[in-house]
């Protein structure tokens, strides 16, 4: 039992001994842990001492006072210790052996050499290798630098290339999301050019969503820029004078973007020569503002000397040749000699089918616009298999959501609409709605039109209620996007004039024509064709209204214009006889109205179904 006891006794012994040592060991760990603490921490001090030491010298001197380099020191390091936390006196004993060690070894940096060299009032030295030191860490800042900008102009690059490749697929915010990324690697102040390029390109890509007031400010900085550091006459200025040309011409601002392509042509003529690609471009811009302007005959000249031109300098079968003849077609068809048109049409078809192959879209844009002549002319049948064609051939190429083949589907959709199909009509227009607000955004120009376009073919179903509730929609759309005064919204609202009107809402409709007519005459002219089709319908809400004198008048006026625009037998004349008829029968003067209720009935007989004008779009206005 004893022997138990002192077992215990004695490992219990053991235990209380193993512990007091393992507390001492701790002890001691702890003791040279913090050791090794004070130590790091007193190097970083001196180091720190170190690299203030020159800096703290030079500004410890007072202007005016005389002090010995000892005294400077001296007072320096008191300085240091102070700001460090140093006890007094230190830094005069451990600092010229702290710096000695640091010179002397071999994997010293330069600068903390050169520092190491100072401490030691080693000043010749100092300065020597301060400036090696400088100059290899300028080389390194440099090269740093300039790498860093070749990655930073690589990045913009790929960003821009990224939004092209987006825009070719006409995906446009994509494209104008790249292009935003890339507008974060440039500075107006640093490099205003390469700030102004990228820029350029997204007022490009705002044209193609339709952003036309986006655009024209975004250029007009481009503008500032390019003039300032280029000149005027630089070639890049003067491309950006151009697109802000068609940027005001797409906003209906027409005789301003008159003014500018004049100024923008006179330029190129004078710096790049009469006979330039781009001077003939801008010409071309120029005829297609005054043909909008309804300056057909201007117009007309325009297109002729223009062509003349790319015939002998770029060649009759050079693309922009084809496309300024194209254009001239459509002059021709718009002031209604439907025939030369057509044979035009066809001539640069057959051009462009030879030269770039028939599935070539600028092939199938001349195919579309054939349609439409032949559909102005009445053909309808003819006109719905060409666009049925032409169709089939863009699904394939460019894709069904492609905006070339949605003006085909929507002008397909015009012709059955023109043929009194007006179920086909509205079920086709809603699907062409549909992809354009998908594809360009409800508020792109064309998806506009497009819903305007539907309205009218439920005002042909007798759906007035209906057909008021989209006018209404889409104006209040075009007048926050476009403006109150552009040619969409005024077309919009001459559509309106007529739902009214079609309601029995005959003072409410003539108001609404007489503000559109009052905003079409300014804007348009008095003789442009809108204007001209807004009094038609402006002497029929008169008439209905039992103001027979008043409409009278108007539809005198107003018939000759018709038949000059659109021709004697075109529907919309038609259309306008028999309202001038049901007029003089209203007044009693039975042998005039007969007489031109006869001509509007045999001329139905000629032509199917009723007619809405609309107008097609489909010129390019981005040609460079």
């Known amino acids: 039992m004893l022997g138990i006891v002192a077992l215990l006794l004695f490992l219990s012994g053991i235990v209380i001994w193993l512990v007091q040592t393992q507390h001492r060991q701790v002890a001691v760990i702890q003791s040279q842990g913090e050791q090794v603490g004070a130590i790091l921490e007193r190097n970083q001090k001196m180091q720190q001492a170190l690299v203030r030491l ?22 320096a390091y008191a300085v240091l210790e102070k700001e460090l936390g140093l006890s007094a006196g230190i830094l005069a004993k451990e600092m010229p052996g702290f710096a000695l060690e640091l010179y002397s070894r071999a994997d010293t940096t330069p600068l903390i050499r050169a520092r190491a060299a100072y401490a030691l009032n080693k000043f010749d030295e100092a300065e020597k290798l301060s400036l090696e030191a400088g100059e290899q860490d300028r080389k390194a800042y440099e090269t740093a630098n300039r790498v860093a900008d070749e990655r930073r102009k690589a990045a913009l690059e790929s960003y821009e290339l990224a939004s092209w490749s987006a825009e070719k697929r006409v995906q446009y915010a994509d494209a104008l999301e790249h292009l935003r990324k890339a507008e974060q690697l440039t500075d107006r102040a640093r490099d205003p050019l390469e700030w102004a390029r990228v820029q350029f390109a997204i007022g490009w890509v705002l044209y193609d969503q339709g952003q036309y007031q986006q655009v024209e400010s975004v250029l007009r900085e481009v503008l500032k820029e390019r003039e300032r550091l280029l000149g005027p006459q630089h070639p890049d200025a003067l491309a950006t004078r151009h697109y802000i040309a068609r940027a005001v011409h797409s906003q209906g601002r027409f005789a301003e973007a008159e003014t500018w392509y004049r100024t923008v042509l006179k330029l190129r003529e004078k710096v790049l020569g009469r006979e330039h690609r781009d001077t003939l471009i801008t010409r071309t811009n120029l005829a297609t503002v005054l043909d909008d302007q309804g300056k057909y005959a201007e117009a007309e000249a325009e297109y002729g000397a223009v062509i003349g031109v790319e015939q002998k300098v770029l060649g009759r079968e050079d693309r922009d040749t084809l496309e300024t003849r194209n254009n001239l077609a459509i002059v021709l068809d718009e002031q209604g000699r439907r025939a030369e048109a057509e044979a035009e049409f066809r001539a ?66 015009d012709t059955l609409q023109q043929q009194g199909r007006y179920e086909e009509a509205e079920e086709e227009y809603r699907a062409v709605v549909n992809l354009r607000e998908k594809v360009l955004g409800p508020e792109h120009p064309g998806t506009l039109r497009r819903r305007n376009n539907l309205a009218i073919v439920l005002n042909h179903q007798g759906r007035y209620a209906e057909a008021e509730v989209e006018n209404r929609a ?29 309601e029995g809402k005959y003072a409410e409709g003539e108001a609404e024509y007489r503000t559109v007519l009052n905003l079409r005459q300014r804007v348009l002219g008095l003789e442009h064709p809108d204007t001209v089709a807004t009094r038609g319908g402006l002497a029929t809400a008169i008439a209905e209204q039992q103001k027979y004198t008043e409409a009278e008048l108007t539809f005198s006026e107003v018939l000759p214009k018709f038949e000059k625009i659109w021709g004697i037998d075109h529907p919309a004349t038609l259309e306008l006889c028999e309202g001038y008829a049901e007029c003089l029968k209203g007044q009693g003067k039975l042998p005039q109205a007969k007489e031109l209720a006869r001509r509007a009935a045999e001329g139905a007989r000629k032509v199917l179904g009723p007619i809405i004008q609309t107008r097609k779009n489909t010129r390019s206005y981005w040609q460079s």
């Open 54 to 75: 020159a800096q703290v010298e030079a500004q410890s001197k007072q202007p005016g006072q005389k002090l010995t380099p000892e005294e400077q020191r001296a007072r």
């Open 474 to 502: 889409v104006i209040a759309v075009e007048q926050k996007v476009l403006g109150p005064e552009h040619p969409l919204t005024l077309e919009a609202r001459n559509t309106l004039a007529g739902t009214l009107v079609h």
């Open 348 to 413: 640069v078809l057959t051009l462009r089918e030879s030269v770039l192959g028939p599935e070539h879209p600028e092939t199938l844009t001349t195919r579309n616009n054939l349609a439409v002549a032949l559909d102005e002319q009445g053909k309808y049948a003819e006109a719905e298999k060409e666009y049925r064609a032409v169709l089939k051939l863009q699904e394939k190429v460019l894709g069904p959501e492609h905006p070339s083949t949605l003006i085909t589907r929507g002008n397909l959709a």
